[in-house]
T-cell receptor, first 111, second 113 residues
């Protein structure tokens, strides 16, 4: 069953804590993406990766970090520097300029 | 900077009414255009896409969109909406040959039965 798998579905972060969101794809796509979805603001790009071991900042990268050690995996770390982390996070993958496929999302809340 | 504008943030319609959602983008090069839909509790999924050719494209569930290059627009239409079309709709653009997609802020559609 091909697609994008995000985990966990819900995540809670304590003050000063870093948390990592998982994203795995088995579509053999080169590119992977992380978006943040807030009500009324659409999808805002955090980071994207065109190829293994390479990634670029999106429009709202501050307070986030990523790695791309494997083609299938693109984890996102929300660091303590991100002062407003509560949001719905979406991972996607695609071929260049083509259809993006999205995961089910992770809802992050702050305790 | 590239941007995508969706002017209708919330739309409420009765069943059988016609729908048109606006989408304008600010990029002059060759672009690929998309409409995605997010039904309550479900994944964001592709509704339709335009890459080249006939500027009137048809998607799933009776939706269609028209690409008007001179107006930088890609409006979504459906002649007769159903209650099951209640969802959030996103327009997206990517510069052909690149990887960075730009999304609009979304339109929440509520269809009253």
């Amino acid at each position: 069953d091909g697609g994008i798998t995000q985990s966990p579905k819900y995540l809670f972060r304590k003050e000063g804590q870093n948390v990592t969101l998982s994203c795995e794809q088995n579509l053999n796509h080169d590119a992977m993406y992380w978006y943040r979805q807030d009500p009324g603001q659409g999808l805002r790009l955090i980071y994207y990766s065109q190829i293994v071991n390479d990634f670029q900042k999106g429009d709202i990268a501050e307070g986030y970090s990523v790695s791309r050690e494997k083609k299938e995996s693109f984890p996102l770390t929300v660091t303590s520097a991100q002062k407003n982390p509560t949001a719905f996070y979406l991972c996607a993958s695609s071929e260049q300029g083509y259809i993006q496929y999205f995961g089910a999302g992770t809802r992050l809340s702050v305790l | 900077a590239q941007s995508v504008s969706q002017h209708n943030h919330h739309v409420i319609l009765s069943e059988a009414a016609s729908l048109e959602l606006g989408c304008n983008y600010s990029y002059g090069g060759t672009v690929n255009l998309f409409w995605y839909v997010q039904y309550p509790g479900q994944h964001l999924q592709l509704l339709l896409k335009y890459f080249s050719g006939d500027p009137l494209v048809k998607g799933i569930k009776g939706f269609e969109a028209e690409f008007i290059k001179s107006k930088f627009s890609f409006n979504l239409r459906k002649p007769s909406v159903q209650w099951s079309d209640t969802a959030e709709y996103f327009c997206a653009v990517v510069n052909s040959g690149t990887y960075k997609y730009i999304f609009g802020t979304g339109t929440r559609l509520k269809v009253l039965a």
